[in-house]
């Protein structure tokens, strides 16, 4: 709105009339008429029925589990040691 007043008055005057309250510009009033529609509509109060019991269910595991116990195996992780000195880079 202020965009709108600036093209035909000064920028003070432009600001006064943006802010008085006494111009309202078009989404003004459509908010105002929104706002009127809103108290005039009749309210009704609906009564909630609510169910009172309670099912609960616990989830459990499907299949008997048991805990398996931490077993020390020793393996070589390597068959043959490294190669020493190890391999050079080539560059192609």
């Known amino acids: 709105m202020l965009a709108g007043n600036l093209r035909t008055a ?4 432009a600001v ?4 008085d309250g006494q111009h309202p510009c ?5 908010i105002a008429e ?3 529609a809103e108290r005039n509509k009749a309210f009704t ?3 909630l029925e609510c169910v009172t019991e309670r099912v609960v269910r616990l989830l459990g595991p499907r299949v008997p589990f048991s805990v ?3 077993c020390h195996v020793r393996s070589n992780s390597r068959a043959n040691p490294p190669p020493s000195p190890p391999p ?4 192609i």
């Open 68 to 70: 398996l116990r931490a």
């Open 34 to 36: 929104g706002k009127k």
């Open 45 to 47: 109060v609906q009564k």
């Open 26 to 30: 078009g989404l003004c009033k459509a």
């Open 16 to 19: 006064q009339r943006t802010f």
């Open 88 to 91: 050079r880079r080539s560059f």
């Open 10 to 13: 000064a920028l003070s005057q």
